[in-house]
C-alpha cells in the first residue's frame, strides 16, 4: 500500500532537497508523486533531453525507501514550443487562441503538438524504464479540467469534418437525421459545417451532440496514444494510470472510454476548492468515488488528497481539524486502495500560492502534518480490507451521450445533471446502502436496483435490457424525461412519453412543464403527506402503474408525481418531478428492505460502510454524533470491526 504526497522539489532550492525527503520520510509516507509539470526542465531546448535533476531526486528518494509515481509533462508545454508552433494553442469558441501561462493550453488535434509530447513521454519513459523506484506512470495531469476540454481551432474544425464523414458516410445521411431542413440549413458538402461556435439563437442539436462527441473522441485519443507510447516504452512493472478531476459529468469526454487503455484509475480528492464556503455534501463526495470505482469496476487511487484550503485567485472554507482525514476514511471506505495527499508544501510563487499543502510557507510541522501523520499510521492495517472489492446491490446507470444531450438544451433553467443523478442516489446513500455508479453499456444484470437519472436518450436497446432487468425481479427508479430521445439528439416520432419504456413504467406523459429555480409545485401522498417537486414535472397518466404521489396544485390534481408499476416480477418507480429527499428517502428503503440489502440507520451527516467484517464510520458534521455504537466527535472517522448489532441485519 502506497501512501505519501505530491512533491515538487523543482520548486525549492536543491539544498532542501533531502531535508524536505526527510520530512515526507516522518510523516509516514512512502511514495512521492513528482514531475507532471517538469517538461521544461526535462527539455530546456528542443531535442536537448536532460532527466540529471530528477535522477537526483529518486537517488535521495531511494535512500529513505520512497517509491516514485513519474508525472508523463505533457500538461505544461514550454514557451519555446508554443514560440515556435504556436498553432499547438487552442481556441476558444470565439476564436481566441488560448496563450501562452496558464496549463493544458494545447490542441489534441495539433499534429506538432502530438509529435512533441509523443517525443518528450518517450525520453522520458524510456529513461526510467529501468528504475525501479518508479513504480508507477500517471499519464498528462487532468485530462479535459479547466476548460481544456474544448478548442475550436482549424485542427478541431477540420478533424470535426472527417469524424462526421466516418460516421454518416454521406451528407444526404447526415441532412436526413440532423433535420437540416429545419431553418433551411441543409449542407451540400460536410465542408460547410460549422463548429457550434457563438450565432445568432442556437445550434442544431444534433450538431451540438456530434461536436462534444468529437471532442471526447480528440481528448481520448490523445490520451490513449500517450498511454501507448508509455506501454510501449515503460518497465515491465511499472502500471499507467491517470488523474481525473472533480466535474467529471461536466467534461466533454467519456471518462470510462479515457481510462480503458490504463491500468488503474486516479482520482484528485477535493471536496471543498476554490471559493466554496462549504464542502460539497457527502453524498456528493461518496458519489465521486463510487464514480471513479465505476470506470473500471475496480478499486482506485487517490493521487491529490485534499488536506489545505485551495484556489487559484480566490480561497474560501478552510477544513476543520480532522475533517480532512475523514475525507480520507470516507475514500478509503468507498475503494481507494493508495492515497497521496495534495502536496507537500505550499507553493510560495507561482499561480497555486494558494493551494495550501500538508507543510505550508513557514515550513513547521503543524496540525495538518499531525493529521496526514496520523491518517496514515491507522489505515496501513487495514489494507488488505482495502484491497476487496466492492460488491454493490444497488447501481445509479449514467449516459455521456445523454449528459451531452441535456447540455445541448437544458430545457429547465434549473437543470443540472450532477444535482438530478444525486436526487436518486443520495436516498439510498442516506441508508449507508453501497451503491456503484456505472455507464449505461456495463453489464447491469446482477444488481438488484437500477437508478436511472433524467436518461432523456433511451434507445431500444437499452430500453429492452431494462425491460429484462424488471421482469427478472429487478427494481428500476426512472426520474422525469425519461425517454425522449434518440441517438441523434432528436425527439422519438409518434411515441407517447415515456417512448420506449412507457410500457415498463406503466404510464402516459401527454403534457410537460419546466420549472424555475424558484418555483416548485405540491404534491401528496395516497395517506396525505405532503411535498415538493422541482425543475421539471411530467404529467403522468397511469396506464396500469399505481399512484404512490399525486400533484396537488389545481388543473393537475389527478396527474400523478410518482407511480409503480409491477412488470414481471420486478417494479419500476416514475419520478415524475425532482421530489425531495423527505419524500424520496422511505421510497429508498421501502426498496431496500424489498430486496433485503444491507443497510443501517445513522444521524443524519454521518456515514457507515460496511466492508468485509468491517465497519468505516464518518462523522461528516462538527458535532459529536453516536454512530453505530460509536461516539464520534465532530469530523472524527474509524474503522471498527462488524458486529451484527451495528447495523440492521
Ligand atoms: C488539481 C491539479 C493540481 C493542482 C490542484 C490544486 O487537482 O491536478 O495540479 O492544480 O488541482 O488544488
Ligand atoms: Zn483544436
Given at each position: 500500500?502506497?501512501?505519501?504526497?505530491?512533491?515538487?522539489?523543482?520548486?525549492?532550492p536543491?539544498?532542501?532537497?533531502?531535508?524536505?525527503?526527510?520530512?515526507?520520510?516522518?510523516?509516514?509516507?512512502?511514495?512521492?508523486?513528482?514531475g507532471?509539470?517538469?517538461?521544461?526542465?526535462?527539455?530546456?531546448?528542443?531535442?536537448?533531453?536532460d532527466f540529471?535533476?530528477?535522477?537526483?531526486?529518486?537517488?535521495?528518494?531511494?535512500?529513505?525507501?520512497?517509491?516514485?509515481?513519474?508525472?508523463?509533462?505533457?500538461?505544461?508545454?514550454?514557451?519555446?514550443?508554443?514560440?515556435?508552433?504556436?498553432?499547438?494553442?487552442?481556441?476558444?469558441?470565439?476564436?481566441?487562441?488560448?496563450?501562452?501561462?496558464?496549463?493544458?493550453?494545447?490542441?489534441?488535434?495539433?499534429?506538432?503538438?502530438?509529435?512533441?509530447?509523443?517525443?518528450?513521454?518517450?525520453?522520458?519513459?524510456?529513461?526510467?524504464?529501468?528504475?525501479?523506484?518508479?513504480?508507477?506512470?500517471?499519464?498528462d495531469?487532468?485530462?479535459?479540467?479547466?476548460?481544456?476540454?474544448?478548442?475550436?481551432?482549424?485542427?478541431?474544425?477540420?478533424?470535426?469534418?472527417?469524424?462526421?464523414?466516418?460516421?454518416?458516410?454521406?451528407?444526404?445521411?447526415?441532412?436526413?437525421?440532423?433535420?437540416?431542413?429545419?431553418?433551411?440549413?441543409?449542407?451540400?458538402?460536410?465542408?460547410?459545417?460549422?463548429m457550434?461556435v457563438?450565432?445568432?439563437?442556437?445550434?442544431?442539436?444534433?450538431?451540438?451532440?456530434?461536436?462534444?462527441?468529437?471532442?471526447?473522441?480528440?481528448?481520448?485519443?490523445?490520451?490513449?496514444k500517450?498511454?501507448?507510447?508509455?506501454?510501449?516504452?515503460?518497465?515491465?512493472?511499472?502500471?499507467?494510470?491517470?488523474?481525473?478531476?472533480?466535474?467529471?459529468?461536466?467534461?466533454?469526454?467519456?471518462?470510462?472510454?479515457?481510462?480503458r487503455?490504463?491500468?488503474?484509475?486516479?482520482?484528485?480528492?477535493?471536496?471543498?476548492?476554490?471559493?466554496?464556503?462549504?464542502?460539497?455534501?457527502?453524498?456528493?463526495?461518496?458519489?465521486?468515488?463510487?464514480?471513479?470505482?465505476?470506470?473500471?469496476?475496480?478499486?482506485?487511487?487517490?493521487?491529490?488528497?485534499?488536506?489545505?484550503?485551495?484556489?487559484?485567485?480566490?480561497?474560501?472554507?478552510?477544513?476543520?481539524?480532522?475533517?480532512?482525514?475523514?475525507?480520507?476514511?470516507?475514500?478509503?471506505?468507498?475503494?481507494?486502495?493508495?492515497?497521496?495527499?495534495?502536496?507537500?508544501?505550499?507553493?510560495?510563487?507561482?499561480?497555486?500560492?494558494?493551494?495550501?499543502?500538508?507543510?505550508?510557507?513557514?515550513?513547521?510541522?503543524?496540525?495538518?502534518?499531525?493529521?496526514?501523520?496520523?491518517?496514515?499510521?491507522?489505515?496501513?492495517p487495514?489494507?488488505?480490507?482495502?484491497?476487496?472489492?466492492?460488491?454493490?446491490?444497488?447501481?445509479?446507470?449514467?449516459?455521456?451521450?445523454?449528459?451531452?444531450?441535456?447540455?445541448?438544451?437544458?430545457?429547465?433553467?434549473?437543470?443540472?445533471?450532477?444535482?438530478?443523478?444525486?436526487?436518486?442516489?443520495?436516498?439510498?446513500?442516506?441508508?449507508?446502502?453501497?451503491?456503484?455508479?456505472?455507464?449505461?453499456?456495463?453489464?447491469?444484470?446482477?444488481?438488484?436496483?437500477?437508478?436511472?437519472?433524467?436518461?432523456?436518450?433511451?434507445?431500444?436497446?437499452?430500453?429492452?435490457?431494462?425491460?429484462?432487468?424488471?421482469?427478472?425481479?429487478?427494481?428500476?427508479?426512472?426520474?422525469?424525461?425519461?425517454?425522449?430521445?434518440?441517438?441523434?439528439?432528436?425527439?422519438?416520432?409518434?411515441?407517447?412519453?415515456?417512448?420506449?419504456?412507457?410500457d415498463?413504467?406503466?404510464?402516459?406523459?401527454?403534457?410537460?412543464?419546466?420549472?424555475?429555480?424558484?418555483?416548485?409545485?405540491?404534491?401528496?401522498?395516497?395517506?396525505?403527506?405532503?411535498?415538493?417537486?422541482?425543475?421539471?414535472?411530467?404529467l403522468?397518466?397511469?396506464?396500469?402503474?399505481?399512484?404512490?404521489?399525486?400533484?396537488?396544485?389545481?388543473?393537475?390534481?389527478?396527474?400523478?408525481?410518482?407511480?409503480?408499476?409491477?412488470?414481471?416480477?420486478?417494479?419500476?418507480?416514475?419520478?415524475?418531478t425532482?421530489?425531495?429527499?423527505?419524500?424520496?428517502?422511505?421510497?429508498?428503503?421501502?426498496i431496500?428492505?424489498?430486496?433485503?440489502?444491507?443497510?443501517?440507520?445513522?444521524?443524519?451527516?454521518?456515514?457507515?460502510?460496511?466492508?468485509?467484517?468491517?465497519?468505516?464510520?464518518?462523522?461528516?458534521?462538527?458535532?459529536?454524533?453516536?454512530?453505530?455504537?460509536?461516539?464520534?466527535?465532530?469530523?472524527?472517522?474509524?474503522?471498527?470491526?462488524?458486529?451484527?448489532?451495528?447495523?440492521?441485519?
Amino acid at each position: 500500500m502506497y501512501v505519501g504526497v505530491d512533491y515538487y522539489p523543482e520548486h525549492w532550492p536543491e539544498s532542501m532537497l533531502e531535508k524536505d525527503l526527510d520530512g515526507i520520510k516522518e510523516l509516514g509516507a512512502n511514495m512521492i508523486r513528482i514531475g507532471e509539470f517538469a517538461w521544461h526542465l526535462m527539455e530546456p531546448q528542443e531535442g536537448q533531453f536532460d532527466f540529471s535533476f530528477f535522477d537526483k531526486v529518486i537517488k535521495e528518494a531511494k535512500k529513505r525507501n520512497l517509491s516514485v509515481m513519474f508525472g508523463t509533462p505533457t500538461a505544461t508545454f514550454p514557451a519555446w514550443l508554443a514560440a515556435k508552433h504556436p498553432s499547438i494553442l487552442s481556441k476558444d469558441e470565439y476564436g481566441h487562441v488560448r496563450a501562452f501561462g496558464g496549463r493544458r493550453q494545447y490542441c489534441f488535434n495539433s499534429p506538432e503538438y502530438n509529435r512533441y509530447a509523443a517525443k518528450i513521454t518517450e525520453e522520458v519513459v524510456k529513461h526510467f524504464a529501468d528504475e525501479p523506484a518508479v513504480v508507477v506512470w500517471q499519464i498528462d495531469n487532468e485530462f479535459g479540467h479547466e476548460g481544456s476540454d474544448w478548442c475550436f481551432c482549424e485542427h478541431c474544425h477540420s478533424g470535426f469534418h472527417h469524424f462526421l464523414e466516418k460516421k454518416y458516410q454521406t451528407v444526404d445521411e447526415l441532412n436526413e437525421r440532423w433535420g437540416t431542413i429545419f431553418w433551411g440549413q441543409t449542407y451540400n458538402s460536410f465542408s460547410e459545417i460549422p463548429m457550434p461556435v457563438p450565432t445568432v439563437t442556437t445550434h442544431n442539436p444534433s450538431l451540438k451532440l456530434d461536436y462534444t462527441r468529437f471532442r471526447s473522441e480528440s481528448v481520448n485519443n490523445f490520451a490513449h496514444k500517450m498511454t501507448d507510447i508509455t506501454r510501449e516504452h515503460a518497465g515491465s512493472g511499472q502500471p499507467i494510470t491517470t488523474n481525473v478531476s472533480g466535474g467529471f459529468f461536466d467534461k466533454a469526454f467519456d471518462h470510462a472510454e479515457n481510462v480503458r487503455v490504463m491500468d488503474f484509475v486516479s482520482y484528485d480528492n477535493y471536496p471543498v476548492w476554490g471559493g466554496l464556503t462549504e464542502p460539497i455534501a457527502p453524498a456528493a463526495i461518496a458519489m465521486t468515488h463510487d464514480f471513479n470505482r465505476g470506470l473500471k469496476d475496480q478499486n482506485y487511487w487517490i493521487v491529490e488528497e485534499l488536506m489545505g484550503a485551495q484556489g487559484h485567485n480566490v480561497i474560501g472554507y478552510l477544513p476543520r481539524p480532522n475533517q480532512a482525514k475523514m475525507w480520507s476514511y470516507q475514500a478509503f471506505a468507498h475503494g481507494c486502495t493508495n492515497m497521496l495527499y495534495f502536496r507537500w508544501r505550499g507553493m510560495t510563487k507561482g499561480a497555486e500560492q494558494f493551494c495550501f499543502g500538508v507543510v505550508d510557507q513557514d515550513n513547521r510541522y503543524g496540525r495538518k502534518f499531525k493529521e496526514v501523520q496520523s491518517l496514515f499510521s491507522e489505515i496501513q492495517p487495514y489494507e488488505h480490507v482495502l484491497n476487496e472489492k466492492i460488491e454493490s446491490d444497488i447501481a445509479v446507470l449514467y449516459d455521456y451521450d445523454n449528459i451531452w444531450s441535456w447540455k445541448s438544451q437544458v430545457q429547465s433553467a434549473s437543470f443540472d445533471f450532477n444535482a438530478e443523478l444525486l436526487r436518486l442516489y443520495a436516498p439510498f446513500y442516506r441508508h449507508n446502502a453501497s451503491i456503484d455508479v456505472i455507464p449505461t453499456d456495463r453489464a447491469f444484470e446482477k444488481y438488484k436496483v437500477l437508478l436511472v437519472p433524467v436518461m432523456q436518450i433511451i434507445d431500444d436497446e437499452l430500453a429492452a435490457r431494462l425491460k429484462r432487468f424488471a421482469e427478472s425481479g429487478g427494481t428500476v427508479v426512472f426520474s422525469f424525461r425519461a425517454g425522449l430521445k434518440n441517438r441523434d439528439n432528436n425527439i422519438h416520432f409518434e411515441q407517447t412519453l415515456p417512448g420506449p419504456v412507457a410500457d415498463l413504467a406503466g404510464i402516459e406523459i401527454y403534457e410537460t412543464e419546466a420549472l424555475a429555480a424558484h418555483q416548485s409545485v405540491p404534491v401528496k401522498s395516497k395517506d396525505g403527506k405532503e411535498g415538493s417537486g422541482k425543475v421539471w414535472r411530467d404529467l403522468v397518466t397511469p396506464a396500469g402503474a399505481e399512484v404512490i404521489w399525486q400533484y396537488s396544485d389545481e388543473f393537475y390534481e389527478k396527474q400523478a408525481a410518482l407511480t409503480l408499476n409491477k412488470f414481471g416480477e420486478g417494479s419500476v418507480y416514475y419520478l415524475a418531478t425532482g421530489l425531495d429527499s423527505e419524500v424520496l428517502e422511505p421510497v429508498a428503503l421501502d426498496i431496500i428492505k424489498k430486496h433485503d440489502i444491507w443497510h443501517t440507520e445513522t444521524p443524519a451527516g454521518t456515514e457507515a460502510v460496511k466492508r468485509n467484517g468491517h465497519l468505516f464510520l464518518m462523522n461528516h458534521t462538527g458535532r459529536t454524533q453516536h454512530v453505530c455504537g460509536e461516539t464520534l466527535a465532530p469530523y472524527e472517522s474509524k474503522v471498527i470491526q462488524y458486529k451484527k448489532n451495528n447495523g440492521q441485519k
